[in-house]
């Protein structure tokens, strides 16, 4: 059984910090790429990072672009999101995705954790 858990979320006032965590099981870790995602309420979900499967290749939204930093670790089967700087536009449910298009595929969401940023 294939799952991704999020954790890390919480409130934080502007100007702070959070790292959110993808916990994935059930999956070959290492040959899926990683993707966070966000949504605020009455918004759609957006992309705000990626990373490829072996973590050498990485995006960022331009609205977090030097804020944020993906990662990974492939031996804990474990995404990461250093979020720094936060701001109030930041405040929304963060997804974890993980996708591959070989090895038959596969595309696997996490159920989200909340962030909110406000003083």
């Known amino acids: 059984q294939v799952q991704l858990v999020e954790s890390g979320g919480g409130l934080v006032q502007p100007g702070g910090s959070l790292t959110l965590s993808c916990a994935a099981s059930?999956?070959?870790?290492?040959?899926?790429?990683v993707t966070w995602y966000r949504q605020a309420p009455g918004k759609v979900r957006n992309l705000v990072a990626s990373?490829?499967?072996?973590?050498?290749?990485?995006n960022y939204a331009s609205s977090v672009k030097g804020r944020f930093t993906i990662s990974r670790d492939n031996v804990k089967n474990t995404g990461y999101l250093q979020m720094n700087s936060l701001k109030p536009e930041d405040t929304a449910v963060y997804y974890c995705?993980?996708?591959?298009?070989?090895?038959?595929?596969?595309?696997?969401w996490g159920h989200g954790t909340q962030v909110t940023v406000s003083s």
């Open positions: 990373i490829s499967s072996t973590g050498g290749i990485t």
């Open positions: 995705n993980a996708r591959r298009l070989i090895l038959g595929g596969g595309n696997y």
């Open positions: 059930g999956v070959d870790f290492s040959t899926y790429a």
